[in-house]
Nanobody, 125 residues
Framework: QVQLVESGGGLVQAGGSLRLSCVVS????????MGWFRQTPGKEREFVAA????????YYADSVKGRFTISRDNAKNTVYLQMNSLKPEDTAVYYC??????????????????WGQGTQVTVSS
């Protein structure tokens, strides 16, 4: 069974930065493409960023492009989301996800097989 554990969330002022981490255990991490998603109350979970298993391909939502960076360290079984220039509208629970279907980065929630428990990010104005 694959387990994902996120950390790094918290409260930050607008314009600040946070780095989220997601440690994956249970299977060969390097075979999974990884993604970050976020969700606010009453809304559907939305795509934030994704990275292929080799880290050669990354995708970003338009709303975070140029501010967020996804990366991975296969030796540490960890995927990161560096978030800069944070805005109040970035406030959400952030989830990491893994897909074993292929090594390709994916944007849709339905493409992912495994999910973490989420970490809260709150950006104050």
């Amino acid at each position: 069974q694959v387990q994902l554990v996120e950390s790094g969330g918290g409260l930050v002022q607008a314009g600040g930065s946070l780095r989220l981490s997601c440690v994956v255990s249970g299977r060969t991490f390097s075979r999974y493409a990884m993604g970050w998603f976020r969700q606010t109350p009453g809304k559907e979970r939305e795509f934030v960023a994704a990275i292929s298993m080799s880290a050669g391909v990354t995708y970003y939502a338009d709303s975070v492009k140029g501010r967020f960076t996804i990366s991975r360290d296969n030796a540490k079984n960890t995927v990161y989301l560096q978030m800069n220039s944070l805005k109040p509208e970035d406030t959400a629970v952030y989830y990491c996800a893994a897909t074993g279907a292929s090594g390709s980065a994916r944007r849709s929630v339905a493409s992912y097989d495994y999910w973490g428990q989420g970490t809260q990010v709150t950006v104050s104005s």
